[in-house]
């Protein structure tokens, strides 16, 4: 069994403790937490199951890395700390640890991460024998394996586009929607997600990832930017209320240009409320969110991605989605070279060993 350490209790944290006590070949150890609140509870108990795990969660760092765990799931966001989440994650790589993470978001693509990204990662792995992985769901499998799948069922492919289609107001995590974001806030105001250049830093490097698989340069990327506000006041169940003339809607596109035309492209439709820029896509079936892949060529082929957890929650099925990508890939990269790895590098598995066997 693979001892493997939960970091982190929020929206990914809580589906990693489910995906790791789920997983045959893999042993929760610790679970490490940051609000006071939380230490001592049962990572059942965080993670909303109904039987307990026997793992008190902690806030000793020191202590759980000294016994050396095998694996790390890193699920603390990195948003807003870069830096910070690049120092936890290294950490844990100089003893020994595997980690895979969502939470660095210059690594999905480490050949093109900036040298104060890409060289702490590579001294860690020299000196600890750790590895890293970083992958989720958006930037994540929707955007790299998905569409690289999909595109070797066409004989000929003119473009690749990738959409989040999501009501933001299933997200839990309300801090980043209205701030990072911005929705709620007056129009004039400038959500650091959707500054200029922000888009690439996140998104690039999945258009560079499906590039390389499909053997073409990037000429260059482009972004597009465009927010709707609210024609009236409304109110969420999860968020409270939105008032009218706020920022209610957002689409934009990064785009990986090849030949002087957009390509390879990776679009997010996000709104607070169904009502708000309802001329913009929508998910297929009318719900909360989707990640969808159209491939324009011949044929046309076009697949979306419905994933819902914690009742029935969109957002709660898309984060654990982009979990299962990672702890499933814990025991291959157990398995392989000490290194730094990307979604080109790790196989999407099977769920072997888990057909029909039920979550405690």
């Known amino acids: 069994m693979i001892s493997t350490v939960v970091w982190g209790t929020g929206n990914v944290g809580r589906a990693a403790i489910r995906a790791v006590e789920a997983h045959p070949a893999l042993e929760l150890a610790a679970v490490l ?53 690049l120092a936890d994650v290294t950490r844990a790589m100089r003893a ?7 939470a660095l ?34 930037p994540g499998w929707g955007n790299d394996v998905l569409p690289l799948l999909i595109s070797g069922l066409g004989s000929t492919v003119d473009a690749i586009r990738c959409q989040e289609i999501f009501d933001y107001s299933t997200y839990d995590q309300e801090e980043s929607v209205r701030d990072l974001i911005g929705m709620g806030h007056p129009m004039e105001y400038e959500p650091l997600m959707l500054a200029p250049s922000i888009p690439t830093m996140v998104w690039g490097g999945q258009l560079r990832l499906v590039a390389r698989a499909l053997g073409v340069e990037l000429d260059d990327i482009r972004e597009t930017m465009d927010r709707r506000a609210l024609d009236a006041t409304v109110s969420t169940r999860t968020m409270g209320t939105f008032e009218a003339g706020t920022q209610g809607a957002v689409r934009f596109e990064v785009q990986g240009i090849v030949e002087g035309e957009p ?35 011949r044929p046309r082929i076009e697949v979306t ?4 957890d914690e009742g029935e929650n969109r957002s709660a099925g898309g984060n654990a989605t982009a ?5 499933n890939a814990i025991d291959w990269l157990v398995a392989a070279e000490p290194g730094l790895y990307d979604a080109l590098d790790v196989p ?13």
């Open 305 to 308: 991605v419905e994933a819902s």
């Open 33 to 85: 937490v940051h609000d006071p609140a939380k230490v001592g509870r049962d990572a059942a108990q965080l993670a909303g199951l109904d039987s307990r795990l026997g793992i008190a969660a902690t806030d000793d760092i020191e202590a759980v890395l000294t016994e050396h765990p095998r694996a790390v799931v890193y699920a603390a966001s990195g948003d807003i700390r870069p830096d910070e989440a």
């Open 323 to 327: 979990v299962g990508r990672l702890v």
């Open 348 to 360: 999407l598995r099977p769920a072997v060993g888990r057909l029909g066997r039920k979550q405690r």
């Open 96 to 102: 020994g640890a595997v980690v895979v993470t969502p």
């Open 105 to 138: 978001y210059p690594l999905y693509d480490h050949r093109s991460a900036p040298p104060e990204f890409r060289d702490p990662v590579l001294a860690a792995v020299a000196e600890g024998g750790g590895s890293l992985f970083v992958s989720g769901v958006d």
């Open 263 to 297: 390509r390879i492209v990776i679009e997010h439709v996000t709104r607070i409320h169904p009502s708000c820029a309802p001329d913009w896509p929508v998910p297929p079936d009318g719900g909360d969110g989707a990640h969808r892949v159209v491939i324009e060529g």
